[in-house]
């Protein structure tokens, strides 16, 4: 009887403990990430932002740079900057890391054929 009580206590609790990163506290310690943006966009690369999906914080790119605090369990993704709200592009999401260099691929291009051929292969 006490194994049938004892077991569920367990498992709740290595569970829990796996969930919150209880065994890699490191991972909930909050650094500031520079993560350099490299591309092949005919825009300005001041025009991108970087969001980290986690808080929802969005920073601009200077000089193809960009500082955001981040924890080692986010993501971040290549957006549009903030003053151009009304453009959505579809960028690239890493991991972060205290050091980190993104690529923004602008030459991908959706067409049907694309797709179609997504979906066949």
Known sequence: MLKL???PIIS???YYAF???VFKP???QEFVARVS???N???DINSFGLKNLATGKTVNFKHGEAFIRASGKDELQVVMAPQFNTVR???AKFAAGSNVEAFQDC???VTLENILNYLWS
């Open 37 to 39: 943006l490299e591309t």
């Open 5 to 7: 009580v004892l077991i």
């Open 41 to 43: 966009c005919e825009m």
């Open 107 to 109: 030459n991908n291009q």
């Open 89 to 91: 592009i579809n960028g």
């Open 19 to 21: 969930d919150q990163d």
């Open 26 to 28: 490191e991972r909930n």
């Open 12 to 14: 709740v609790g290595v």
